[in-house]
């Protein structure tokens, strides 16, 4: 189990949007964020935000992979 965070860049700052706890199951996880109106500047969401979308996953529990 761990934990990891979910973040997204359109510009030069990046957004953390979700934290979830991973199981020791071994199954997927899904993770999921509300819908994003602006970008990660905090301006509105166009058309070039979209196509330059980054999305990040950062662990966020120490120990081993």
Not at 8 to 18: Q, S
Not at 32 to 46: E, F, Q
Not at 52 to 58: E, M, R, T, Y
């Amino acid at each position: 189990a761990g934990g990891v965070q979910i973040g997204y860049k359109t510009g030069t700052a990046t957004i953390w949007m979700t934290a979830v706890t991973t199981d020791t199951t071994g199954n997927y996880n899904a993770v999921i964020s509300g819908t994003l109106t602006t970008d990660a500047d905090g301006g509105p969401l166009d058309i070039t935000d979209i196509n330059n979308l980054q999305i990040f996953v950062k662990r966020t529990t120490a120990g081993s992979p």
